[in-house]
C-alpha cells in the first residue's frame, strides 16, 4: 500500500518542530520509517473498519474526512491540507477507524508508523504537545461543527469552513467550488451563492479558484451571530 520515503516526505518532517527537537539518531529513525501513497481525486485513501496504521500528514493535494456513505450520501466532518496532520485520535485507540479518508484532489500521504508513534508518545514532549494541540482543535472543530449543522445557516457553515478554525496556515484557500461544496455537505449551486452573499458582506474576496480572508475575527463574528429568521439560500 505505501512505498518507501523520498527526500520530499524528509523535508516535511524536518519542517516540524516536534522533529526538529528530537535527538539525531532518532530522527533518522523516525525518517526511515516514514511512508507514503498516491490517491487520485475521487479515491477513497483510508477506508472505514480497517486496522489503524499510524498517524498521516499531507504531503500534496487535499483529503475530507466523512462517514461512510450510506444510500450516497454521507457527513464530511474536516477538510485536512497540504502540511497538515490527521488521524491522530485513531492512532490513539486500539480499535479499526471509524471513518474514511477520501481524496478531493490528486493527494500523497504520509504515514508515521503505529510503532514510531507509540516509541515517540512514550519519549517525546514535544509530540506529546504536538498531539495534546491536535486533539484540542479537533474538539474545537467538532463542537463548531455539530451547532453549525444544528443552528447555522448556509452562508454561516461555508463560512465555518473557510474560517481559521479548520485552515491554519493560510487564509489564501485555493478551494474550487465543488471542493468546498463537498466539505461543507451542500450543492454546488449553494456554496456559489454562499460565497457571492459573503464577498457582499466585504468577508471574503473572490479569485479565480481562490479565496482570500482578510479579517479572521469579522468572519469569526459573522459565523455564531444570531442566523436572521429569513435567508436567501436554502440548504440543498
Not at 102 to 129: G, H, K, V, W, Y
Amino acid at each position: 500500500m505505501f512505498s518507501s520515503s523520498t527526500s520530499s516526505s524528509s523535508r516535511f518532517l524536518a519542517a516540524q518542530p516536534w522533529f526538529a527537537r528530537l535527538p539525531r539518531l532518532t530522527q533518522i529513525r523516525v525518517d526511515e520509517s516514514i511512508l507514503r501513497m498516491s490517491a487520485s481525486r475521487g479515491d477513497v485513501v483510508l477506508h472505514a473498519n480497517e486496522k489503524i496504521e499510524g498517524c498521516y500528514a499531507v504531503l500534496s493535494g487535499l483529503i475530507k474526512i466523512q462517514t461512510v456513505p450510506v444510500k450516497g450520501r454521507s457527513s464530511s466532518f474536516v477538510g485536512v491540507a497540504c502540511g497538515e496532520w490527521f488521524g491522530e485520535g485513531s492512532a490513539l485507540k486500539d480499535e479499526p477507524r471509524r471513518y474514511e479518508v477520501m481524496a478531493l484532489r490528486d493527494t500523497e500521504l504520509l504515514c508515521l508508523p503505529l510503532t514510531e508513534f507509540e516509541q515517540l508518545r512514550a519519549t517525546s514532549i514535544e509530540f506529546n504537545q504536538f498531539l495534546v494541540t491536535q486533539l484540542n482543535l479537533r474538539v474545537s472543530q467538532a463542537m463548531a461543527l455539530i451547532e453549525a449543522t444544528r443552528l447555522r445557516t448556509p452562508e454561516q457553515r461555508v463560512a465555518l469552513s473557510l474560517s481559521s478554525q479548520f485552515w491554519s496556515r493560510t487564509r489564501k484557500l485555493s478551494l474550487s467550488q465543488d471542493e468546498l461544496a463537498s466539505l461543507v455537505g451542500i450543492s454546488r449551486q449553494t456554496a456559489n451563492r454562499a460565497l457571492q452573499a459573503l464577498a457582499q458582506r466585504g468577508l471574503v474576496t473572490l479569485e479565480f479558484g481562490r479565496v482570500d480572508i482578510g479579517d479572521d475575527d469579522a468572519l469569526m463574528r459573522f459565523i455564531f451571530s444570531t442566523p436572521e429568521k429569513k435567508t436567501s439560500l436554502r440548504a440543498p
